[in-house]
């Protein structure tokens, strides 16, 4: 692969980065014509007057080529959001580095790194990329293959952990049409890997936004209410080892109510609490492993190995 040639930029391209609150342009980078790269161009250098600061979780200054939350300060700094002190007191923060209190850095949320030549790399966004069940995920690859499906209008996805310490991927959709859990579902399985898959499915009339026009990820509702419900057909437990799985797994995954054909998996299930539902069986007296649940990952079956 080393042998085919990089792809170049055809034209002289001047990089401009930066949100709303300063004032629009924050870095900005010029990109000769014919420069050959296989990533995108960097974003620059603070322009005049503008400070930029890449950091760590505890808001210190990181070497170069470590990813970290990008801030910004400099005369071009917006002094909040109106009538809404509270946001403006979590983006606007103090600035560590200053003599002044009065001075402060915008909070970006924007993913980047130093090179080596002193310009800035834009890696994305800080809390698109999570991790579950052990997978790196980049949400914005998430969103996109959403918004391929021809019925969806505009779509965002985040990580929710509405159950303890149960983190997992809840979709947010605004569609032109209804659309169906499975539908949605089977048209992402052909572009992403399962575990990228979103364990709900919330139909919105709007997706909420900030004073800025962003989405307000913290406005989402719970994903309980609006959840596409599966289309698998309702069967109720019929054994007594039917009846125990269906009671445990509905307190595990918080559900009203399981059906014998449900997919643990498709409910939300993952590896995390397949060890709840493990130990909660053996402490019913149903002897059950975890590779028991990943082989017969519906209630039907799996009672009758367990019985």
């Keep these: 692969l080393h042998n085919y040639p990089l792809p170049s930029i055809p034209f002289e391209l001047v990089n401009n980065y930066g949100p709303t609150e300063n004032t629009i342009v924050t870095t900005s980078g010029f990109i000769p014509s014919g420069q050959q ?11 005049a007057n503008t400070q930029v600061y890449i950091l760590n979780n505890d808001r210190k200054p990181i070497p170069i080529g470590v990813p970290g939350e990008l801030y910004i300060g400099g005369d071009g700094l917006a002094r909040g959001y109106l009538n809404r002190p ?19 850095l915008y909070k970006t949320g924007d993913l980047a790194r130093y090179l080596p030549d002193g310009n800035i790399e834009f890696l994305g966004r800080v809390d698109n990329q ?57 048209f992402l ?35 309980d209410a609006y959840t596409l419900s599966r289309e698998t057909t309702f069967i109720p437990a019929r054994t007594a080892t039917e009846k125990i799985l269906a009671t445990i797994w509905a307190s595990v995954l918080q559900l009203e109510q399981v059906g014998i054909q449900d997919n643990f998996f498709e409910l939300g299930g993952d590896s ?36």
């Excluded at 919330?202 to 509702?221: E, F, S, W, Y």
């Design 37 to 47: 790269t296989d990533t995108a161009p960097p974003i620059g250098r603070p322009i």
């Design 86 to 104: 509270d946001l403006t007191a979590e983006k606007f923060i103090p600035n560590p580095f200053s003599n002044k209190p009065s001075e402060r």
């Design 130 to 186: 999570v991790k579950i069940r052990g997978f790196r995920i980049e949400l914005g690859e998430i969103e996109a293959a959403i918004s391929q499906h021809p019925s969806v209008k505009e779509t965002t996805v985040i990580a929710r952990e509405d159950i303890a310490s149960h983190k997992f991927l809840a979709a947010y959709i605004v569609s032109f049409e209804p659309l169906t859990y499975n539908d949605l579902r089977n």
């Design 189 to 223: 399985l052909e572009k992403l890997p399962d575990y990228m898959i979103p364990a709900a499915f919330i139909m919105l009339d709007a997706l909420p936004l900030t004073p800025n026009g962003k989405i307000d990820r913290r406005a989402l509702p719970a994903s």
């Design 272 to 307: 995390i609490l397949s060890i709840q539902i493990v130990a909660r069986c053996n402490t019913a007296g149903l002897k059950l492993t975890p590779k028991d649940l990943f082989r017969h990952q519906a209630i039907a079956s799996l009672a009758q190995i367990v019985s």
